[in-house]
């Protein structure tokens, strides 16, 4: 690794310290984040001309976001860089510099202590992406809309009160009042699995074999029309209690 360096602008790292890829490690983590879908990711042409035994110099890092480090990789006529997971960045080696100016490799037994998985083998970690929830406000808004009673049952006291939402959130769906009906924790998990469906019209449906009771055939709506569930999302709700119990 006889190569002088440029400088190091990594904030966290002594002034005679440097975080460096060799080929292996840097190939690895393109892997990594093609793998994991990361946003920045060094292209094939880059990588076809890595070479043996030299350091790849990161000369600055920033936390790109949750999670994720974005680094700038110094090559020999430019400066590219790559996203990875805040445990990558971690266990990438850090050299000291010599006298001359070139990198001291870390020790082999240190880098690998800092490696999840030992004898080299590599890792994959899932960049999980979902929607910021008002949960909060969905919540009181739906329970105050019911005032503070389950649409299925009598149950009445707000700790075993939930918002449920008719379709989810996570499949990009909304957190307004008209997509939310306030069930018992008990009818929350049978609505939400399908033991439990409401039909558009009010009406309520239990399976046979689900074991769960209802205190009314026709679910109580809250005393404002305009809190009234959306008949479109009890729809596509009903149809898909239905199709699950062909």
């Known amino acids: 690794m006889e190569k002088n360096l440029i400088a190091c602008f990594e904030k966290d790292l ?5 975080r460096y890829f060799t080929k292996d490690i840097l190939i690895e983590a393109i892997k990594a984040a093609v793998r994991e879908k990361r946003n920045r990711i060094i292209s094939q042409e880059h990588i076809d001309d890595l070479i043996d035994n030299k350091p790849y110099i990161i000369i600055k890092s ?16 430019y400066i590219d860089f790559i996203d990875v997971s805040i445990l990558r960045f971690e266990s990438i080696p850090i ?5 001359n100016n070139c990198v001291i490799p870390e020790d ?13 083998r590599e890792w994959q970690e899932r960049v999980e992406r979902k929607p910021v929830r008002r949960q909060y406000n969905f919540r009181k808004e739906v329970l105050e809309a019911y005032s503070f009673q389950c649409a299925v049952c009598s ?19 909304n957190d307004t009042l008209n997509n939310g009906i306030c069930l018992c924790k008990n009818h929350h998990i049978a609505f939400d699995n399908n033991l439990l469906g409401i039909k558009p019209n009010g009406d309520i449906i239990v399976t046979e074999d689900s074991g769960i009771k209802t205190e009314f055939n026709k679910m109580e709506y809250p ?7 959306s008949q ?6 009903f149809n898909d209690f239905l199709n699950k119990n062909k």
């Open 223 to 229: 005393k404002n029309k305009d809190d009234y569930p």
């Open 95 to 99: 050299g000291a510099i010599s006298e």
């Open 14 to 18: 002594p002034k005679d310290r440097v």
């Open 62 to 77: 920033e936390h790109h976001k949750k999670d994720e480090m974005r680094l700038w990789i110094h090559f020999d006529d």
């Open 155 to 173: 149950v009445s006291n707000p700790t075993f009160l939930d918002a449920a939402h008719i379709l989810p959130v996570i499949k990009g769906n």
């Open 232 to 237: 479109e999302n009890l729809t596509i709700k």
């Open 108 to 120: 082999p037994k240190i880098t690998e202590s800092k490696r999840p998985y030992p004898n080299g």
